[in-house]
Structures are given as structure tokens and as C-alpha cells.
């Protein structure tokens, strides 16, 4: 819309030990479970309407070619080594087993169900070997450990430069990716592991490791530039203009939170590697989780609701993109439940965006004949428009700084500005100002059709319809009065209410559930609540319980607590953590030691996290 020369690539990640357990599952080879979920991918998105220039496959060939090229680069400039490494093996299947194929207690938290190299409880990385009590996934037998030679990247030599590039991106990255990055680093990098034992995935290409493949989440990354290198070869362009112009191009990137240091860390020190000039992150956009219906979404259960599921829903891809957008965890969790869809729908989209447009284009077409001029506007119009333009430049700068849904959230208000505009004015009696009022709602109507595109394009197409606009959406229409001696066809409905029933049998298919609530109470016995921002100065084992930790809690002064989350974090992970703690309630005495507060935590099936603030603010700041 801006004009500027953009591409919007993405892909299916095929290679690595999932692939090879799904394909194992469901009697598959690799490459035909690899088709089956591109197919249901790509025709999701397409039902979404996602319209990327290339969404891509890192089975293809390009893949291949450009990740073993890199990888000798790396090689080339003494950025690899070898090294013997004890890995877990199975008697029973009689393989090593990658990090997916086992099982066990996460070591730092000792979350009992840790999977692979990394726990989806605490987030931690570790050695897949140092589970403790692991199992095998495939067949649930006692893994042995053996000796076998692998290949590392050597990410210490990198820590300078990622420190520098991390720093020099701080005002453009997310808050959670700057500090997950910089925690990633400063607790020490480590080389990594790069080649694992299985079949499927890019051979290592050098003599004698001919039976390795690359760990999926070194592969996986450069399937961007392979997906370009497809994309330019189809286009007849060049995919170095992209990825070795770093001065000319801006790397943007969407993922979820667990996938930070793979992009932050990992994929940048393996491009600076090879000693070109290739074009490095320049924003990250990271999700923070969504939950359903007040747990964690689960294929394997029947919770929740997912892309191929969408389709047959019975509800509208856009209506379908509006949630997922003003849902969006930008900042914090999320949650998904029937009920809020059907308010958003009900109350947004159809009360407050469709009723604007309606109403406007119905009376225009009803008392105008759909014929709209231009004509005189009042001090006070074109301060309503200069505010309205207002709105659109903070709309603006949200999309540029990748808050998808806080600009969304910033059109919706347009739209409720226009509807408290054509109320004030009332064009149903205000005879004199008839015009007036419905020219200014029209073109109010066109910069909402035009700000929707990116989020709503098929509405955004059928709003435009409606206005009789012929021309392809740019941005430089957005601060223009754009409808002028033209008239607009009959105007039809954008959205239709989604109704209880829809929502009970919704609920039934996909296994949604209310939450229960404890007994309402009243607020003053809320207001009696002391409860304050903390930051955690110093975190202990308790000398007389294995379960307990003894917190030093700064909330101004130091209050000493005691706290049951030991199971989920170590004294090390504890200290310097702000945390809420609830400060006033009566001294207890547990074990021995004397507690003066509660930290306040969430808990599901999955663990303990405790509760934070999203920005910084003083200790002993209250919670409102």
C-alpha cells in the first residue's frame, strides 16, 4: 500500500525428528506426511486469505543447495569443529535417538514431562542427555548412553558481535525478544550442536558425514533466503538484491516467543559467519501464547480450535482474521473462548464497523439518491477530520513498529468516531447539513475501507465496492477526502451476528468449556488487598524443606517470603525477577522460617509461572 517493494514469504518447516515420528505415527514416509501438511497449510492460509508472494518448502532443492553452502562458509572461516559426544540410544529400536524421541524431568525446573532439548515449562535449553529419568518416545524403554562424533557451531567466538547487534536493535524489537536475547548471551553461549543422527533432513556435506543431518533448527532459518531464491528464480529477479543489500533492505520477522534465540542468536551468528554481507533482522515481532477456553489448546485431546478447522466453522475468514488479530498476544498471553468471538463479532464488527458503514451509505443512497458532492465544510469539520487524521498517523507508526493489534484497536475507534459523528449530526432531520454530514461520513467510510485492507481485505474490497472506488488501495489515499462527485450503488450488509446456537454447537465440537469461578465478593474486601510490585534480591533453598525457597522481596524494603515453588524454579532463576506479592497478609511461620507476603503465580497442567509487570516500574509500586 506504501508503494515500496516488499516480498511476504513463508513456509513449511519439513525437516527434523518431528517429521520423522509423525511419518513413523501415521505409517508415512517423511516426505508424504511432509505433502499431506504443506497441502493443509497452504490451503488454510489461502482460505484466510494470506496472500504471501511464496510460501515455500525447505524440502525443496534450494533449500539443500544454499543451507550446504553456508554451512562450508562457516566451515571455511573456523567457525566449526568436531567433538565426541555422549547421546542417548535406544537397544530397542536401535538407533540414537534425537532430542523429540526423549522424554523425561526437566533438570532445571523438574517439570516431569520435559521433551527434547528444551522445556516448553521453564523455557530452558539443555542437553537432551541430561533429563533425568528420560525414556524413549517410540517405545518407552530405559535409553543407554553411547559415543558419537558430532559437528558444533562455535557461537562463543560470535558473543561480541551479537552483543553489538542485539544492542543496536533494542529500539525496534519487541521488549520480550531484546531480553530473552541478551539473557541468552550473558548467561553464557555455548557452541551448539548442529548435526543429528537421522535420515531425514540437508546431509552434511563433507567426506565421512555423509549419515548426518543438520539439526533442523540450523536448516530451518535459512529456508527464508531459499524460499526468496525460489520466489526471484520464478520472477526472473535477483535474490542477493534482497539478501546481500544489507543498507537497502529491512528484515522483518513474525514468530511465537519459544522461537527467539533460533532467530536472534543463532540464524544471525551462522549469516555472520560466512563472512558476507548478508542483510540481518531488523524487526522481530514475537507472540506471546494464547490459551482455549481457559487451558491449553490440544490436537490430541479435541481442545481447541486450529487452521483446518476453520473452514468448516460456518464463520467468515474475515471474521476469522479480525479476532485473531485484536486477539493477538503482542505483549501477553492471551485467551481464546466461544464466547468472546461472539461478542467481538456481534458488538465490533457488526455494532460498531458495519453499522457505521450501513447506515452511512443506506441514508446517502436513500436521501442523496447515492449521489455524493463536495461541499463547504465548518471550523468544526475539519477539526473532526484533523483529529481523525490524527488517528491515522498513530495508526501508522503502530503498523511500522509491528503492533498489529493496537493499530487495529486504533481503526475500530475511527469508526466509533464516525458513528458518534453521524449521530451528533443527525441526518435523518438536520435537513441543512444533510450533505454535509453524509460527505464526511462517505469518506470516513473510504479511509476505514483503505486503513482495513492489511487486516480485512476482502471488506476493505467490498466497502470500496460500495463507494464506487476504482482504484488500487494506497496509502496516500488514507489522509485524502477521496469520494466526490460520484454515486454509490445500494449499500448491503458487511457482517451478520453469529448466534447462541452457533456458539453452543461450536463449543461442543471443539471441546470448549466454561471457566468456574469461586464466589463473588464484594470490593471492599478486594481494597483491603495490599499488593505491590516486587523485584526479588535474593532467592535461597529453605534449610528445612525440600519443596520451599526463602525470598528477599525489595518492595521499598525488604520483605522475607516463603514460597512452594521450588518444583518450578531454582533459587539461581529466582533472583532479580520482579514478581507481584500480595503484602499484607498476617505472619506465618512455615517450617521454621517466618513468611511475610505471597507471591502471586498462575498454574495449569503444564507448571507454575509467576505473575510479572509488562514494562519496568518502581519496587514497591501498587497493583491497581
Not at 544492542?167 to 524489537?173: G, L, M, Q
Request: proline residues 5%; hydrophobic residues 35%.
Amino acid at each position: 500500500m506504501k508503494e515500496e517493494p516488499i516480498i511476504y514469504i513463508c513456509g513449511t518447516d519439513e525437516h527434523g525428528t518431528a517429521t520423522e515420528t509423525v511419518a513413523m505415527r501415521e505409517g508415512m514416509t517423511p516426505q508424504e506426511i511432509c505433502d499431506k501438511y504443506y497441502k493443509i497449510h497452504k490451503d488454510s492460509y489461502e482460505w484466510l486469505n494470506i496472500q504471501f508472494d511464496l510460501f515455500g518448502r525447505t524440502s525443496r532443492p534450494y533449500q539443500h543447495a544454499i543451507t550446504q553452502d553456508i554451512f562450508l562458509k562457516l566451515y571455511e572461516n573456523g567457525y566449526i569443529f568436531e567433538q565426541e559426544l555422549e547421546q542417548t540410544y535406544c537397544q530397542e529400536c536401535e538407533r540414537f535417538l534425537a532430542d523429540r524421541y526423549i522424554e523425561g524431568q526437566c533438570p532445571h525446573c523438574g517439570y516431569e514431562n520435559a521433551r527434547g532439548d528444551q522445556c516448553e515449562n521453564c523455557g530452558k535449553i539443555y542437553d537432551s542427555k541430561d533429563l533425568i529419568n528420560a525414556r524413549c518416545s517410540l517405545c518407552g524403554g530405559t535409553p543407554i548412553i553411547r559415543n558419537t562424533n558430532h559437528l558444533f557451531l562455535d557461537l562463543p567466538q560470535f558473543e561480541e558481535s551479537l552483543l553489538s547487534f542485539i544492542e543496536s536493535r533494542k529500539s525496534t524489537w519487541s521488549t520480550n525478544a531484546v531480553n530473552f536475547s541478551l539473557a541468552w548471551i550473558r548467561e553464557g553461549l555455548e557452541a551448539r550442536c548442529i548435526t543429528r543422527d537421522l535420515e531425514w533432513g540437508v546431509h552434511v556435506p563433507l567426506p565421512g558425514w555423509e549419515d548426518k543431518v543438520f539439526y533442523v533448527w540450523f536448516d530451518a532459518p535459512i529456508g527464508y533466503i531459499s524460499m526468496t531464491q525460489e520466489y526471484c528464480e520464478k520472477t526472473g529477479t535477483d535474490w542477493e538484491d534482497w539478501w546481500k543489500q544489507p543498507e537497502e533492505v529491512k528484515l522483518y520477522q513474525f514468530m511465537g516467543k519459544d522461537n527467539i534465540p533460533f532467530h536472534t542468536v543463532i540464524f544471525p551468528a551462522t549469516l555472520m559467519g560466512t563472512h558476507e554481507p548478508y542483510t540481518l533482522l531488523h524487526q522481530i515481532s514475537v507472540n506471546e501464547y494464547i490459551t482455549y477456553e481457559g487451558g491449553p489448546f490440544s490436537k490430541s485431546k479435541g481442545l481447541g480450535i486450529f487452521c483446518d478447522d476453520v473452514m468448516t466453522s460456518g464463520i467468515s475468514p474475515e471474521v476469522w482474521r479480525y479476532y485473531l488479530l485484536i486477539s493477538r498476544p503482542e505483549k501477553q498471553d492471551s485467551h481464546f473462548y466461544w464466547e468472546d468471538l461472539q461478542e467481538k463479532t456481534n458488538a465490533e464488527l457488526v455494532g460498531n464497523l458495519g453499522n457505521f458503514v450501513f447506515r452511512t451509505l443506506s441514508f446517502t443512497h436513500r436521501y442523496l439518491k447515492g449521489q455524493i458532492h463536495e461541499v463547504p465544510l465548518t471550523r468544526e469539520d475539519t477539526d473532526f477530520i484533523a483529529e481523525v487524521d490524527e488517528k491515522i498517523q498513530t495508526i501508522e507508526e503502530l503498523i511500522e513498529q509491528c503492533e498489529l493489534k493496537s493499530a487495529l484497536k486504533e481503526i475500530m475507534r475511527v469508526s466509533r468516531m464516525g458513528n458518534q459523528y453521524f449521530q451528533e449530526h443527525e441526518p435523518w432531520k438536520q435537513k441543512d447539513t444533510q450533505k454535509k454530514t453524509l460527505f464526511i461520513c462517505v469518506n470516513l467510510v473510504a479511509k476505514l475501507a483503505l486503513l482495513l485492507e492489511p487486516y480485512l481485505p476482502i471488506t476493505s474490497r467490498a466497502m470500496r465496492d460500495q463507494l464506487g472506488m476504482k482504484t488500487e488501495c494506497t496509502w496516500s489515499q488514507v489522509t485524502e477526502l477521496p469520494i466526490s462527485s460520484t454515486t454509490i450503488p445500494e449499500p448491503h450488509l458487511l457482517f451478520t451476528p453469529i448466534e447462541d446456537e452457533a456458539i453452543t454447537l461450536l463449543k461442543k465440537s471443539h471441546g470448549g468449556m466454561k471457566v468456574k469461578l469461586k464466589d463473588q465478593i464484594p470490593y471492599t474486601h478486594f481494597e483491603k488487598l495490599d499488593i505491590r510490585v516486587g523485584t526479588i534480591i535474593k532467592a535461597e533453598n529453605h534449610p528445612n524443606a525440600d519443596k520451599l525457597v526463602v525470598l528477599t522481596v525489595d518492595i521499598g524494603a525488604p520483605v522475607t517470603v516463603v514460597a512452594g515453588i521450588k518444583k518450578w524454579y531454582t533459587p539461581e532463576q529466582l533472583k532479580g525477577n520482579r514478581v507481584i506479592l500480595l503484602a499484607n497478609l498476617e505472619p506465618v511461620t512455615l517450617r521454621g522460617v517466618q513468611s511475610n507476603g505471597m507471591i502471586l503465580a498462575a498454574q495449569d497442567e503444564n507448571g507454575v509461572s509467576l505473575l510479572t509487570v509488562d514494562r519496568d516500574v518502581e519496587s514497591g509500586s501498587p497493583i491497581l
